[in-house]
């Protein structure tokens, strides 16, 4: 007998353990992603033919304390490699794993194997090739710390590679795990099977197998026990042809049926293809339906319903997916009361949307991605015992504020002519986000979460927040943008999100406006400033007007379309004076008299030489700045602004002047000193949607004292 590892996913060594224990293996025993166990031949040529949830069988030569790449030759080149295979077999090194000497890989690799072909040379006997493509032969190794495992696969390619999916195109479920899911699962095989979001088939299809007791191994063409030395050729090809008059008589004794749906027929295709391949295509019923509307299938009493929804990478990107679960979980207790359900996601946030309460559940990785599978007994209904409660509103609080807040402000923009404003603003403490309508849309953006809440914590509330918008609103979910705001310094506000463009026209008090809701942090539009945005309009007609840091320059549209007799719009960034063009185009506003200027502000008006009427500033917070000692600070940096703006506003001319620092102070000792007057109008520039929120921004009316 010879030790062998059997490797798998972190989370299912002990149901690796229970496989193996049903193959006869009698001594298995768990180890971090793996089983170790002592066969004969005839028992692990039956394992690596049978485990549906092993991903390779390694036999271990060696196991050895590794501190350096001289251990980890001496104890490769210690081992009779000749009794293991011949000299003409062609051999490849996997390593996996490194350590404080040892950092890289193909380092190890190279090593091991020197120590190899030494064994042969020393022997006078011919080296044997190296073939990474085409190999006979695969060492394995592993090291972990000063921990080296040193073995041969007896595999070759992953056991998940059964044969009936193609490689090519991303497979998001490896057969192994599948397999995996629905040995958790509950299911019995004399029972049917619903995958409602079916995908390329990977359940079903293993599903379907083991109930036909078909070998996952049995279209495999190539083993690499089949190379070794002690390969027993006469044993495997028994033990092969059990396998496969088993397959065959097993497929036509199943009595479960099986059934998957999903809404894309072109993937239902490639499902069908692949259960085609496998052999069992007749057993599975496929047709097009969708997972939030599914029904139940004749016959399907104590029937399981198993599937692996989509999950993305991350929570908030994907509102779609929140309105998703919400509708399959109440779909599954409309249709499938006294059934069974098993799901499998990495998000748990996720698996709370359905509101079903778990009876059992798994942690298992898909890959790198640590996940759960929730199995569920449906009742059908929400009273019945086990079964949560489906409140008539996702977090009431926080729904019954959104709906009193977009009955008064939705009114009110309605009347205002405005397609964009905002219906929430943290109102609630624990519900820590700002929420935007824009036409059809809805923009929530999540501000960080306090240190002190955790952070699973603060996930399932944005769950909540995302499913009871949609269901107040009653929104389209794909039409709900998620944003993370931060504290932002200098203009990162305006980081580029993506490589497409998703712009939309929208209204403001008679004037039109592209804002973009996916590909940056910000709209292009601050919806705060639209009563100032207004003011400037009604104060424009016949004036020379200057717009600095203007950014989509929504503001020189206002003031173009009151009736300015020139624009001047000054901004750093490219894009966004391509944007401000935009803007102005779609009112029409165009020619010589709108003129755009890309500039740092700052260092433009030291050497700006127009005169002007009417000048709007809304500078940030703080900004990098090669004047200034290297920074600008809106709050010590004011006067000095102030001072450059006086040189070109003409005498009876007035600068709005804007900003966003909470607790800005106009200095108005040195405003006086320049021979200006402020006024401040904050009050006045505050629309209805931003009312709870005072400190928005400051707006200040500024002249010359004459005036």
């Known amino acids: 007998m010879n030790q062998y590892l059997a490797v798998t996913s972190n989370g299912l060594e002990n149901l690796l353990v229970e496989e193996l224990t049903q193959l006869g293996i009698t001594n298995a025993k768990p180890v971090q992603a793996g089983v170790k166990f002592k066969a004969t031949n005839e028992q692990i040529y039956r394992c690596c033919l049978w485990s549906r949830i092993a991903s390779r069988f390694v036999r ?8 350096d790449d001289m251990d980890l030759y ?5 081992v009779n490699w000749v009794n293991h295979f011949h000299s003409s077999k062609r051999f490849v090194v996997d390593f996996n794993g490194t350590n404080r000497e040892i950092r890289n890989s193909q380092y190890g690799a190279m090593k091991v194997k020197d120590g190899v072909v030494d064994c042969f040379t020393k022997k ?4 044997p090739s190296i073939d990474r493509d085409n190999a006979d032969v695969r060492i394995h190794v592993r090291l972990h710390k000063d921990n080296a495992l040193l073995g041969i696969d007896m595999v070759g390619p992953g056991l998940h590679i059964r044969g009936y999916r193609p490689e090519s195109g991303r497979a998001p479920l490896r057969e192994t795990l599948a397999a995996a899911i629905i040995m958790r699962s509950g299911w019995q095989a004399d029972k049917p099977l619903l995958d409602p979001m079916c995908g390329s088939g990977t359940l079903l299809i293993e599903a379907a197998m083991m109930a036909a007791n078909m070998a996952p191994g049995v279209k495999r063409q190539k083993w690499c026990f089949e190379a070794l030395e002690d390969f027993e050729p006469e044993v495997w090809a028994e033990i092969k042809a059990e396998a496969n008059v088993q397959a065959r008589r097993g497929v036509k004794k199943v009595d479960a049926q099986f059934f998957g749906r999903d809404n894309d027929e072109r993937v239902l295709q490639v499902a069908r293809d692949n259960a085609r391949r496998a052999g069992v ?10 997972a939030a509307t599914v029904t139940r299938p004749d016959n399907f009493e104590q029937g399981v319903v198993v599937c692996n929804p989509p999950y993305g990478e991350r929570l908030g990107t994907h509102p779609g997916l929140i309105a998703l679960y919400t509708a399959f979980g109440a779909q599954l207790k409309a249709e499938f009361g006294g059934c069974k359900a098993s799901i499998f996601s990495s998000s748990d946030e996720l698996l709370s949307c359905l509101r079903m309460r778990a009876d059992k559940q798994f942690k298992m990785h898909n890959g790198a991605l640590q996940c759960h599978l929730k199995n569920y007994g449906i009742t059908g209904r929400a009273h019945d015992k086990g079964q949560d409660h489906e409140p008539s509103v996702v977090a009431p609080d926080f729904a019954n504020r959104l709906k009193k807040n977009l009955g008064k402000i939705g009114k009110w923009a309605k009347r205002e002519g405005l397609d964009c404003y905002r219906v929430y603003d943290a109102d609630l403490p624990e519900y820590n986000v700002a929420i935007d309508v824009y036409l059809d849309h809805l923009v929530i953006q999540e501000y960080a979460a306090p240190k002190d809440i955790p952070e699973e914590k603060a996930k399932r509330r944005l769950t909540d927040i995302i499913r009871a918008a949609i269901q107040v609103l009653d929104m389209d979910a794909n039409k709900v943008v998620i944003k993370v705001r931060e504290k932002q310094k200098g203009t990162s506000q305006y980081q580029k999100l993506s490589q497409e463009s998703h712009t939309m026209i929208v209204h403001e008090y008679g004037v039109k406006l592209a804002v973009n809701l996916y590909d940056y942090l910000d709209t292009g539009l601050f919806l705060d400033h639209k009563l100032t945005r207004r003011k400037l309009g009604e104060m424009a007609p016949g004036k020379d007007f200057l717009n600095l840091f203007a950014y989509t320059g929504s503001a020189t549209v206002h003031a173009a379309c009151g009736g300015a007799r020139s624009t001047t719009t000054v901004d750093m960034s490219k894009t966004y004076l391509a944007w401000a063009q935009e803007n102005m185009a779609l009112n029409g506003q165009v020619g010589r008299q709108h003129q755009y200027e890309q500039a740092d502000c700052l260092q433009w008006l030291e050497s700006a030489k127009g005169q002007y009427d009417l000048i709007f500033i809304d500078p940030p917070t703080f900004s990098n700045s090669k004047r200034m000692s290297g920074t600008f600070d809106v709050q010590r940096d004011h006067i000095d602004v102030l001072a450059q703006l006086k040189r070109l506003l003409r005498p009876d001319g007035v600068i709005v002047f804007s900003n966003n620092k909470r607790q800005f102070k ?3 000792a040195g405003v006086e000193e320049l021979g200006l007057q402020a006024k401040n109008i904050s009050s006045q520039t505050l629309p209805l949607d931003f009312a709870r ?6 707006c200040w009316i500024v002249t010359h004292q004459s005036a």
């Open 60 to 67: 271990i030569v060696s196991e050895f304390t590794c501190q």
């Open 124 to 127: 006078d006997l011919p080296r």
């Open 666 to 668: 106009m200095d108005n």
């Open 281 to 290: 295509d007749h057993l599975i019923d496929f047709a097009v339906s969708d």
């Open 693 to 698: 929120n005072k400190n928005i921004h400051n």
């Open 74 to 78: 001496l104890a490769t080149s210690a």
